[in-house]
């Protein structure tokens, strides 16, 4: 059994500590849940390089570095209730489990989910619920949430997602047209029918596909 234990206290160190992220609840949370537990067989001696990796279905386990900064900007925190969208490994969603009350997260690809809902079982993650479909559309019977994260990058911040968030709650997605760089956005719901926006520099996801991301087959999309 590969003990990995040094090796993610280092990553958290230099690639998320060194280089700005601050927030000590996600520098803990980080140091506790084993990324190599949320790559694919084969890929564990890479789990603590600062770099996405490929996963089931064509698609990625974030870079650390992105997950922290994006759970930093969505300012997470104890007794916040929380939707990711875009489960992809699970890896995200079990960081933010750490810190905040409840975790919602929606993944399209139903192998990708269960494979998340196993690994979640596995480590005794209990505030994690995982659904199929599409994210875009949020989780209405759980709304309002303090913080939204999307994971894959679509045309515009989701409608559907500003209007699940609570007053003071934040979106965190990344947008724009280009396949290879996107824009990562901060939304936050300032009243009843207020956001203000803050761009939080260049990114690259894979697509947002759904009814309020791209479209199936869309050359973004592929
Ligand atoms: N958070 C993940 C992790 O920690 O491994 C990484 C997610 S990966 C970069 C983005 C995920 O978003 C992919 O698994 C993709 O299938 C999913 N996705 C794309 N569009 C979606 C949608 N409309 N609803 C739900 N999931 C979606």
Known sequence: MLDLSRARDRMVKVHVGRRGIRNREILQAMREVPREDFVDPGFEEFAYEDGPLPIADGQTISQPYIVALMIE???????????EVGTGSGYAAAVMSRIVEHVYTIERHPGLAKSAKQRFE???YRNIEVRTG??????????????????????????????????GG???????????????????????????EEDYGGVRFVPL??????????????
């Open 209 to 222: 596909i759904g009814e309020q991301g791209w479209p199936e087959g869309d050359k973004l999309a592929e």
């Open 73 to 83: 900007m969505a300012d997470v925190k104890a007794g916040d209730h929380v939707l």
């Open 170 to 196: 934040v979106l965190v997605v990344p947008v724009g047209d280009d396949p290879d760089l996107q824009r990562l956005l901060k939304v936050t719901r300032t009243g009843a029918s207020t956001y203000s």
């Open 122 to 124: 596995k480590l005794g």
């Open 134 to 167: 599409d994210g875009t559309k949020g989780w209405p019977e759980a709304a309002p949430f303090d913080a939204i994260v999307v994971a894959a990058s679509g045309p515009g911040a989701p409608l559907a997602l500003q209007e699940q968030l609570d007053v």
